[in-house]
């Protein structure tokens, strides 16, 4: 399974910005699928998750309000719509893939990984 990440770029506080992964592989199927992200010298952290097929979604505190996980099945995509953009919100962020069809806030329940893409939220 590969996953793809794009959208990253740089965007004023308060702005939007749109996150997509698509999923590839014969592996690949019914998974749940999240997103992560990793600011310079921190941990890598949780964002959203969302379950397969896309009933259940999960959020971190930090996010809740500002961005939407979504995804189209028929294209193996998930989405990360982020609004209200914070200087906080910068980060690499990657998507993740489950062998689960749950939603998780656990890295730990994820088996593929993307490359991230960077986000950059200026003042």
């Known amino acids: 399974v590969q996953l793809q990440a794009s959208g990253g770029g740089l965007v004023q506080a308060g702005g939007s910005l749109g996150l997509s992964c698509a999923a590839s592989?014969?592996?690949?199927?019914?998974?749940?699928m999240g997103w992560f992200r990793q600011a310079p010298g921190k941990e890598r952290v949780f964002v959203a998750s969302?379950?397969?097929?896309?009933?259940?979604?999960y959020y971190a505190d930090s996010v809740k309000g500002r961005f939407t996980i979504s995804r189209d099945n028929a294209k193996n995509t998930v989405y990360l719509q982020m609004n209200s953009l914070k200087l906080e919100d910068t980060a690499v962020y990657y998507c993740?893939?489950?062998?689960?069809?749950?939603?998780?806030?656990?890295?730990?329940?994820?088996?593929?990984w993307g490359q991230g893409t960077l986000v950059t939220v200026s003042s």
């Open positions: 993740a893939g489950s062998r689960l069809q749950i939603a998780s806030m656990s890295p730990g329940n994820y088996d593929y």
């Open positions: 592989g014969r592996a690949f199927g019914s998974n749940g």
């Open positions: 969302i379950s397969w097929p896309g009933r259940t979604t």
